[in-house]
């Protein structure tokens, strides 16, 4: 391969959005520096059914989400194949995240479906994943891991917001990467959508007409997790149990609720900018697209949010996980201690050939 190579990477992340699938040619030059260029990208929906059984998996026995493992892995390497075949490009190797069902880090826990020697077989391609056990192995997070790629990929902002089902920022303070999951995003907002018949709040249409319930708001931006020092991170249990609840005790309209929860996570993630004297700013992910917390954001900063192609939004994640399996590939470091905490960098990834 050495030193160009071309990596699918896959992304499927807790807001259920769908599968992403990502094709670039990654580029270590003459100058040290790693360039990427995209060459196909694509989501793929989940049907009603493989949606429902994700939402659910965490209630799933063993056998079931071992069953449902198998099931989405299938699903993976046939929707691959297919993308490979519309590409006509020969990827050299597949990072894959997989889907993550459990993220408890106070038990030493985290897992993400995706049965990768399958995905191998059936695509006949070298499949890179299981990232995140390896940092938890070592004391840490296991989350976020992007901001390797923001590191190597995106230096040239000040910082880089990811707005999925949670919000996450990465940036540098000094010479040391610092990232963290800020808050719940479109796990919650999606939630509310559903409830009216809608996926997803598109551009924050609704949330816009909303009034901002203050003691719901007051009640939310009391909970200790949005003052703790990274390193931190949140799985979808963490917002059942510890931010839903809240929201439900509060009888208001959708449009109220929206409304609320926009302008917590602009509350949140503009204290952490203007803390860190963080200007130039990239936001990527689902949420880049909401345009009313978009302009919340920038009125509470006075900053103006880079606009850039809508593939880097939308694929960005997939981008660096891809990435991700060419450092495991070439036995270089893919995690960083000072964002997980783990207690050293390491060479995450498990390998697997077709």
């Known amino acids: 391969m050495g030193n160009v190579y071309h990596a699918i990477g896959i992304m499927s992340g807790t807001s259920l959005d769908g599968l992403d699938i990502a094709l670039s040619t990654y580029t270590y030059n003459t100058d040290h520096q790693w360039k990427y260029h995209i060459l196909k990208t694509k989501t793929v929906p989940y049907d009603a059914q493989l949606k429902q059984q994700l939402q659910m998996a965490t209630e799933m026995s063993g056998l079931e989400l071992k069953l449902l493992e198998n099931h989405w892995s299938i699903f993976v390497a046939h929707h691959i194949n297919l993308f490979v075949k519309e590409s006509q490009v020969s990827p050299d190797l597949i990072g894959n995240h997989g889907h993550t069902i459990f993220h408890q880090i106070d038990k030493k826990l985290t897992y993400q479906i995706a049965n990768n020697s399958l995905i191998a077989t059936h695509t006949n391609i070298t499949t890179i994943g299981d990232f995140r056990s390896a940092d938890v192995a070592l004391g840490g997070q296991g989350a976020p891991l992007v901001p390797i790629g923001d590191h190597l990929l995106f230096n040239h902002y000040d910082c880089c917001i990811n707005l999925g089902g949670i919000a996450n920022i990465s940036y ?110 990239l936001i990527t992910g689902g949420g880049a697209h909401h345009k009313h917390f978009i302009e919340l954001l920038e009125q509470k900063t006075n900053l103006k949010i880079f606009k850039i192609d809508k593939e880097t939004i939308d694929f960005k994640e997939a981008i660096i996980f891809g990435f991700l399996g060419v450092l495991r590939w070439r036995k270089e470091n893919n995690t960083l201690p000072s964002v997980t905490g783990a207690s050293r960098a390491h060479c995450s990834g498990g390998v697997y050939l077709p």
């Open 172 to 281: 540098q303070n000094k010479d040391k990467s610092i990232a963290f999951d800020c808050c719940p995003f479109n796990i919650p907002l999606n939630l509310i959508a559903n409830s009216i018949g809608l996926d997803f709040d598109s551009g924050g249409e609704i949330a816009a007409t909303g009034v901002v319930h203050r003691p719901l708001l007051e009640r939310l931006k009391a909970i200790s997790f949005f003052y703790q020092s990274p390193p931190k991170s949140l799985g979808i249990e963490w917002i059942r149990n510890h931010f839903l609840p809240i929201i439900d005790e509060f009888k208001i309209s959708n449009q109220d609720i929206l409304a609320t929860l926009v302008e917590l996570y602009a509350d949140i993630i503009s204290r952490i900018l203007l803390q860190n004297n963080l200007k130039q700013i």
